[in-house]
């Protein structure tokens, strides 16, 4: 897959892309968007995946297929600690929050300190740099609520679906409830086009 640049990606950010689309796709290049927030979301109707409606949605407007993250992440084959998965679980999608806005890389996580920390640090100096915040957002200090179940610290990457995540279930047990999800929905657009 080709990659955007450094200095073209800081420009999308959480941006509308559409002014570089032909440019990206002169170059060939792949671009997926993200979006901090419901009301991007209504425009981006492709993204923010967690439901099989929104699967058949995406595919009826052209989507070759559909990125999912959080609806997986309480599935029993991750093998994060049981802890993590069950704050998932009760999280909605209310309970996110975003940071990173002030290096053009927009991040939303579940909500916990670190997000606290980050928001005040970039509310303060809106000059921040990333050597200001590794300490807070490196890595390691997230994947430690994997093995820990202490979701209180790093950067947990979660999307609107924290709504959908109603159980820790096995994968094919979600797969089968959104395939379901999307034969619903596929019914519907069925009936539409008959009428």
């Not at 993200?34 to 439901?51: M, N, T, Y």
């Not at 997986?72 to 909605?92: N, P, Q, R």
């Amino acid at each position: 897959m080709n990659v955007l640049s450094t200095e073209v990606t800081r420009r999308l950010g959480i941006r509308n892309p559409e002014p570089y689309m032909s440019l990206i796709k002169k170059l060939n290049l792949t671009i997926i968007h993200k979006v901090p927030a419901v009301r991007f979301a209504l425009k981006e109707q492709s993204v923010c995946i967690g439901h099989g409606s929104q699967i058949t949605a995406a595919l009826a407007m052209g989507a070759s297929g559909v990125v999912l993250g959080t609806r997986l992440l309480v599935s029993d084959e991750l093998t994060a600690h049981k802890g993590y998965k069950e704050a998932i679980v009760k999280a909605s999608g209310r309970d996110t929050a975003l940071v990173l806005h002030t290096l053009c890389n927009t991040v939303r996580s579940l909500a916990n300190e670190t997000t606290q920390a980050v928001a005040k640090m970039e509310a303060d100096n809106p000059n921040v740099t990333i050597d200001e915040l590794v300490p807070f957002v490196s890595g390691k200090i997230g994947r430690k609520a994997y093995e820990t179940g202490d979701v209180s610290k790093g950067l947990l990457s979660a999307g609107h679906a924290l709504g959908l995540t109603k159980a820790i279930a096995p994968m094919a047990e979600i797969f089968a409830q959104m395939e379901t999800e999307a034969q619903v929905a596929l019914g519907r657009l069925n009936v539409m086009q008959v009428g």
